[in-house]
């Protein structure tokens, strides 16, 4: 079984930062993309960031510029550095992974329980 356990989310007065963490577990063979995702009352889930296994990002437009992806392959886990944040922000926090189990087995994509981010104003 493969797990994904998010931390670091809270509540932050607007301008201020915080970090996210998401580690997989369980039976990894190899981590594809993985990226986070939001989802405000009210509005449908969106992509926040992405980053490949080689490193490189893909981020929302709306966060260009304040949050930055990372990924610690050795360990499995990635981040979202999040700075300068707006109320606008605030929504639940949702970490993604496309893994593979095994050599042989496709990849299939799993998330995180979500994690809330409150950003006050």
């Known amino acids: 079984q493969v797990q994904l356990v998010e931390s670091g989310g809270g509540l932050v007065q607007a301008g201020g930062s915080l970090r996210l963490s998401c580690a997989a577990s369980?039976?990894?063979?190899?981590?594809?993309?993985m990226g986070w995702y939001r989802q405000a009352p009210g509005k449908q889930r969106e992509l926040v960031a992405s980053i490949t296994t080689g490193g490189s990002a893909n981020y929302a437009d709306s966060v260009k510029g304040r949050f930055t992806i990372s990924r610690d392959n050795a360990k499995n886990t990635e981040y979202l550095q999040m700075n300068s944040l707006k109320p606008e922000d605030t929504a639940v926090y949702y970490c993604?992974?496309?893994?593979?189990?095994?050599?042989?087995?496709?990849?299939?994509?799993?998330w995180g329980q979500g994690t809330q981010v409150t950003v006050s104003s």
């Open positions: 993604n992974a496309v893994i593979k189990k095994s050599p042989l087995t496709g990849a299939l994509e799993y």
């Open positions: 369980g039976r990894i063979f190899l981590i594809n993309a």
